[in-house]
């Protein structure tokens, strides 16, 4: 349970950038990257960076979430937060899934962390699965 909680604030601090990205998007403010194009001299739009950086960090979060998600599924055994936890875990891998097929589509290099996250996302998912199919016990029983 804790290594899910610390691997889990390591992914969503590694990804910092697209939840500064995000805040800015819904407050209305403007996000820089620091990145100019060369021929225009005009900065590079966050999704625009190269090597589908936003992907990747939004990935990142999103796994980082899901890990914390189980952490706490595991930590209260309560049924609804494993339920919880199971949708997040299989929404995060499929995110992870699009993200890893836009590099390879791309030929953009092997996306290491995207797999990790597809890799480890269904092992989670599968074992809440396994977990949310156990009968519940009766009180008193």
């Known amino acids: 349970m804790w290594f899910s909680v610390i691997i889990g604030l390591v992914l969503i601090a590694w990804g910092r950038q697209f939840i500064s990205y995000l805040i800015a998007r819904i407050s209305g403010k403007e996000f820089h990257t620091g990145m ?6 005009k ?10 950086v936003m992907y990747t960090e939004s990935g990142l979060v999103l796994f980082g979430i899901a890990l914390l998600l ?38 953009a290099g092997l996306p290491i962390v995207s797999l990790l996250a597809i890799a480890f ?16 016990a009766k009180a008193g029983a």
């Open 36 to 41: 100019i194009f060369s021929d225009s001299g």
């Open 43 to 52: 900065e590079v739009p966050y999704p625009e960076l190269q090597g589908f």
């Open 70 to 107: 189980d952490a706490a599924a595991r930590g209260t055994g309560k049924r609804a937060l494993v339920q919880v936890a199971f949708a997040a875990s299989i929404l995060t891998t499929l995110y992870n899934g699009f993200v890893a097929s836009k590099f390879f589509a791309n030929n």
């Open 121 to 136: 996302g269904g092992f989670m998912a599968i074992t809440q699965w396994q977990w949310l199919k156990t009968p519940v």
